[in-house]
């Protein structure tokens, strides 16, 4: 078992990438149900630009999403600059960077599995409900999400898992620096270059591996768990 002792680094990547996953499900999961209803229960002009725009990520290179980021929020970059200049704000290469960089990536996968979700609900009882005197808030929240349940929570593990596993964007728009952003697939492409660092990449993708299934089959458990009570 010597080959699974972790150092102080390693576990600070590890600690990191569960920060940065769990901070970026809970930024995502409330804007990804307000854009997901919307594209399932909403006709208006230009919807299907929204939804490819919202899409966008999923097929782009990460490496390019990063790019645009830091063309974006960047010291030069308009939104960055005038961070800087304004609030002395500086968001790229820094841990903030690596949590924008993860949500933009995964929040494609959230707003997916809502959007299906909400589909599925039937809209039926939507209007059942508001005939008999409940208001839209109180049908979206008793109705609407207790239905779409499965799938939120199923978007929202797909999401933690994404970030996870997140590379491309985030060493592009936040770097690899040790304790700050350096997550554990960037810890593992560190290690990686490393001469003897093959153990260190070994140990660390292992935990990788592990942690992404045990995320998967509790997606599945959660989704089966609520469709036998539904």
């Known amino acids: 078992m ?12 590890i600690a990191l990438s569960l920060k940065v996953a769990a901070i970026c499900s809970l930024i995502s999961l409330p804007i990804a149900i307000g854009v997901g209803w919307l594209l399932a229960r909403k006709k208006f002009p230009g919807k299907w630009f929204v939804d490819g725009f919202v899409q966008l990520p999923l097929v782009l290179p990460p490496v390019t ?4 980021l830091l063309i974006t929020f960047g010291n030069r970059g ?3 600059k005038f961070l ?3 609030f002395q704000i500086q968001i790229s290469f820094t841990f903030w960077a690596a949590i924008l960089a993860s949500t933009v990536v995964s929040f494609p996968l959230v707003v997916r599995a809502i959007k299906v979700a909400v589909e599925m609900v039937d809209r039926e009882l939507e209007l059942a409900a508001r005939t008999l005197g409940a208001g839209p808030w109180k049908v979206f929240f008793t109705i609407t999400i207790p239905l779409a349940m499965p799938g939120i929570l199923s978007g ?5 898992a994404r970030c996870l596993g997140e590379f491309g964007a985030t060493i592009t728009f936040a770097g690899n620096i040790v304790g700050q952003t350096q997550t554990l697939p960037l810890a593992i492409y560190a290690a990686m270059e490393v001469p003897g660092g093959e153990m260190i990449a070994f140990r660390l993708a292992a935990f ?14 959660i989704n089966r768990k609520l469709i036998m009570k539904t």
């Open 65 to 68: 999403t990063g790019y645009l």
């Open 208 to 221: 990788s591996v592990a942690l992404s299934f045990m995320a998967m089959v509790g997606s599945e458990f």
């Open 84 to 86: 800087s200049d304004h």
């Open 78 to 80: 308009f939104v960055g």
């Open 156 to 160: 929202l593990i797909l999401c933690f």
């Open 2 to 13: 010597e080959a699974f002792n972790f150092t102080y680094e390693e576990f600070q990547a």
